[in-house]
Nanobody, 128 residues
Framework: QVQLAESGGGSVQPGGSLRLSCTPS????????MAWFRQAPGKEREVVAT????????????NIPPSVKGRFFISKDINRNAMTLEMNNLIPEDSAIYYC?????????????????WGQGTQVLVSS
């Protein structure tokens, strides 16, 4: 069983930035298709970023939905064996529990059911 360890959540004022990280307990980040989802109280879980496997260019394709495009950036740090989500210009509507997810090919899928492994979640609160 693969466990995903998340870190980096917290509280920030509107306009601020946060970086979330996720590390798998087994193998490396480049063995998995990975993603970040979030879920706010009373709302469905939604995808905020996905990233594929790329062992050649070290620049795997990503998929960022319009709701966060230009503010959220996802990447894999092979040296640290971590997948990160950099969130900029945060707004109160970004407040949610953020979950790291990992799965097998094909990558960059937006449906949460496509991912077999999940982290425990990390809280992000954007408030003045």
């Amino acid at each position: 069983q693969v466990q995903l360890a998340e870190s980096g959540g917290g509280s920030v004022q509107p306009g601020g930035s946060l970086r979330l990280s996720c590390t798998p307990s087994k193998y490396t980040v480049n063995n998995y298709c990975m993603a970040w989802f979030r879920q706010a109280p009373g709302k469905e879980r939604e995808v905020v970023a996905t990233i594929a496997i790329d062992t050649t260019t070290n620049n795997p394709p990503t998929n960022i939905p319009p709701s966060v495009k230009g503010r959220f950036f996802i990447s894999k740090d092979i040296n640290r064996n971590a997948m990160t989500l950099e969130m900029n210009n945060l707004i109160p509507e970004d407040s949610a529990i953020y979950y790291c997810a990992a799965g097998v090919l094909p990558c960059n899928r937006l449906d949460s059911r496509s991912y077999a492994y999940w982290g425990q979640g990390t809280q992000v609160l954007v408030s003045s």
